[in-house]
C-alpha cells in the first residue's frame, strides 16, 4: 500500500503538468500561461523551426502586415539554419525555444532534459544574439521535472489558447484559418508552424497560405498583433 502511495506521488510529479495543453485547469494549477495578459492583444506563434523555405514564407507574410510574432527555436534546427535564426531576430520577432532536440520529455530522464535545455539556450542565445527566456515544450507536453528545471533557468513557459492543426495533413489553408480566427480575442496565444521537420511534409506552405486569411482577418478585426513580454 505504502509503496502504491509513492509510487502514485511519483506518478503524479512526473505526468501532472503533461496534460495542461488540453486541460486549462491543470495548466492553472501548475501556472503555465495559455493567454497573454488583458490587453496585450493577440500573438502569433510559430514552432519548430528555423526552416529552409517555411521560415522565409513566415517572415514575408508578416512583414507585409507589419506584425510582430514569436518563434519558437529547435537548436539542431538553429545550427543548421543559422542566418534564418538571425534574420527572425533582426526583423523584430520574439524569440523562444523549443528545445535542441523536438522530442516528447516524458520520454527522456531528468538528466537528458537538463542537457537538451542548456544546449538549446547556448546555441539559440550565441546565433541569435539574445538571452532566451521563453520556453513551450515539443507537442507542448511537459514533465514535472523539466517544468521545474525551466523555472530554474528563469524561463517562462508559454502554451496557447488557439491553434490551426496546421501540422495534420489533411489540412487546408481555410480550415487552418477557420479554427484560429473563430472567436479569436485579446489575450489569445495562436499555435502554428512555419516549419514541417516533424510533422506532415510542406505543411508549412498550407500555414503560410493560412497566414494571409489570419493577418488580414485580424487587421479587419482591429485585433493588434504583439509578442509575450518579458516585464508582464
Ligand atoms: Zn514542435
Known sequence: MRLDLV???AA??????AAAPVA???AAAFRIPRKLPAGSGVALTFDDGPHAHGTPAVLEALDAWHAVATFFLVGEQVERHRALAAEIVAAGHTIGVHGYRHTLLLRRCPGA???????ARDVI???TGTEPWLYRPPYGVFSGPALLDIRRLGWRPLLWSRWGRD??????PEGIAARVTRGLGDGDVVLLHDADHYSSPDSWRRT???LSI???EAAAAGLPLTAPSQST
Open 7 to 9: 509510487a502514485g506521488a
Open 12 to 17: 503524479a510529479a512526473w505526468f501532472g503538468p
Open 24 to 26: 486549462r485547469p491543470v
Open 113 to 119: 532534459v537538463r542537457d537538451d535545455l542548456r544546449r
Open 125 to 127: 542565445g550565441s546565433v
Open 167 to 172: 501540422w495534420q495533413a489533411g489540412a487546408t
Open 208 to 210: 503560410v497560405a493560412a
Open 214 to 216: 489570419v493577418l488580414a
